[in-house]
C-alpha cells in the first residue's frame, strides 16, 4: 500500500521554528516529485513547497519563501519541511503529497496531515 | 498564479440526486484539472484527473468536463458517503498549482 505519514507539528510561539517530516512507504520514494500542502482550520487548501525527486529544482509559495525550506533524504524515504519565523498565518494542518502522473500532474496519495499551532 | 473560482461555496442534496459542481480558471489551462474529495477530518482524495478521467477505485458515478476555462465535476445518483468538500486544482502552472476554495456537499 502506498503511504505517506507526516509528523512534527505541534504549539510553537510566533518567530519560532519547527521542522516536520514525512515518510513515505509502498513506493520507490526516490523516483515522485514531493509537496507540502496546507489547510488552515475551516479553509481551503494551499500549495506551499515541492522538490523534485532528485532534489534539482525546489519551489515555495510566495507566503513561505525565505522563511521556510524543503528537503528530502531518499535514502530514507523521507521529506522535510524547516519552518523558520513562524506567524499567527502559519497555523495549518500540513499535508505531504505524492506527484504522480504527467500532464496533468496531480497528487496521489496525500498523508493525513499534522497540525501547525502558531501562538502566543 | 492561475485562480480557481468555485460555484457554488456549499449546497445541499438528497439521496439519488445529481449534483453538479463548477469550477473556473482565471486562464486557459486546457484540461490541466483534477478533483478531489475530502471527508471530514480525512485527507484530500483524487476523484478526476485530465478535467474528465476517473481515478482508479473512484466511484463511476462521479463525471468531470470542461477545458480551457471552464469545468464541472458531476455526481449522478447521489450517495449519503458523498458528503464531503470537493476541491478544483489547476495543474498546468505546475509546481505552482492552486486550488478552488472549495465546494461543502450537504445531504439533505
Known amino acids: 500500500e502506498v503511504r505517506l505519514a507526516e509528523s512534527g507539528g505541534g504549539l510553537v510561539k510566533p518567530g519560532g521554528s519547527l521542522r516536520l517530516s514525512c515518510e513515505g512507504s509502498?513506493?520507490?520514494?526516490?523516483?515522485?516529485?514531493m509537496y507540502w500542502v496546507r489547510q488552515a482550520p475551516g479553509k481551503g487548501l494551499e500549495w506551499v513547497s515541492s522538490?523534485?525527486?532528485?532534489?534539482?529544482?525546489?519551489y515555495y509559495a510566495d507566503s513561505v519563501r525565505g522563511r521556510f525550506t524543503i528537503s528530502r533524504d531518499n535514502t530514507k524515504n523521507s521529506l522535510f519541511l524547516q519552518m523558520n519565523n513562524l506567524r499567527d498565518e502559519d497555523s495549518a494542518l500540513y499535508y505531504c503529497?505524492?506527484?504522480?502522473?504527467?500532464?496533468?500532474?496531480?497528487?496521489?496519495?496525500w498523508g493525513q496531515g499534522t497540525l501547525v499551532i502558531v501562538s502566543s | 498564479d492561475i485562480q480557481m473560482t468555485q460555484s457554488p461555496s456549499s449546497l445541499s442534496a438528497s439521496v439519488g440526486d445529481r449534483v453538479t459542481i463548477t469550477c473556473r480558471a482565471s486562464?486557459?489551462?486546457?484540461?490541466?484539472l483534477n478533483w478531489y474529495q475530502q471527508k471530514p477530518g480525512t485527507a484530500p482524495k483524487l476523484l478526476i484527473y485530465?478535467?474528465?478521467r476517473l481515478q482508479s477505485g473512484a466511484p463511476s458515478r462521479f463525471s468531470g468536463s470542461g477545458s480551457g476555462t471552464d469545468f464541472t465535476l458531476s455526481i449522478t445518483g447521489l450517495l449519503p458517503e458523498d458528503r464531503a468538500t470537493y476541491y478544483c486544482?489547476?495543474?498546468?502552472?505546475?509546481?505552482?498549482?492552486?486550488f478552488g476554495q472549495g465546494t461543502r456537499l450537504e445531504i439533505k
Open positions: 503529497a505524492r506527484e504522480v502522473g504527467t500532464s496533468p500532474h496531480r497528487f496521489d496519495p
Open positions: 509502498g513506493f520507490i520514494f526516490s523516483s515522485y516529485n
Open positions: 522538490i523534485s525527486s532528485g532534489s534539482d529544482f525546489i
Open positions: 486562464q486557459d489551462i486546457k484540461t490541466y
Open positions: 485530465d478535467a474528465s
Open positions: 486544482q489547476q495543474s498546468y502552472n505546475t509546481p505552482r498549482t492552486t
